[in-house]
């Protein structure tokens, strides 16, 4: 792969908590316009490299690049216009229950933008339309269903075009026909938006249905073992990779 196509990069790193290191020197290039999902089991460090690559963690070693941009090695300044690019989807929705669906997704036009109240307002209800959610701005998250509270979760990740989305485990809490409704919407937005989308998840349905590319931490090795297409790595991929896919649930 060409690294000047790059959106996103890992180069040579390492992450650790003080002595205990948890994965290394892992080289990642996610294109523009794919879902790029990150699998393995429980504590290989999924979600710590999402971590590292929103500066949410340092390395120990190595470097996080957005474009041909040190993410790691960037001034305060820069690092926070390079994740203006960028819109995340947490694990738990991470949506303000005190405040309504249309207030959570205003937050961040609010914060980041210059755009007059009225023009907040089209946005907003533009985004929650997208997620399937039209007329529901007034409502509070406590209200809503666990699945509805991921869209909305997803409505307010989008609410400034990121040009990044990063997802955490998207069918965590969900049924499996709720899970892959979320699936398919993650599919919408990336091609409405030309985003490219980063996903954390262990569902081996989630994985298969909507992944470009996958990468496959293994925490015994403490090393990415596969990264390729989830379909070939489910049938020609290491032994550890077959058994991961083998053993998850398909609907």
Known sequence: MNVAESVLGVRDLTMAFGDRVVMEHLDIEIE???????????G???????????GLQEPASGEVFYGDESFTRAP???RERMLRRVGVLYQGSALWTSMTLAE????????FTRLRPARIRE?????????????????YPWELSGGMQK????ARAIALDPEILFIDEPS??????????????????????????VVVTHDVASILGIGSRALFLDG????????????????????????????????
């Open 151 to 154: 869209r909305a979760g997803l």
């Open 44 to 54: 290989c460090g999924k979600s710590t490299l999402v971590r590292h690559m929103l």
């Open 172 to 197: 965590a809490s969900l049924d499996p026909p709720t899970g892959r409704r979320l699936d398919r919407l993650i599919l919408e937005i990336r091609d409405a938006l030309h985003t490219t989308v």
């Open 104 to 111: 959570n997704v205003a937050l961040p036009l609010q914060q």
């Open 32 to 42: 523009r316009g794919e879902i790029y999902v990150v699998m393995g089991g429980s």
């Open 220 to 251: 015994e090795s403490r090393r990415a073992i596969a990264e390729g297409p989830p379909a070939e790595l489910r049938v020609s991929g290491p032994e550890a990779v077959r058994a991961f896919f083998a053993g998850g649930i398909l609907p």
């Open 76 to 78: 305060p300044a820069d």
């Open 123 to 139: 946005v907003v209800e533009l985004k929650l339309a997208l997620v399937g959610l039209h007329g529901f701005e007034e409502y």
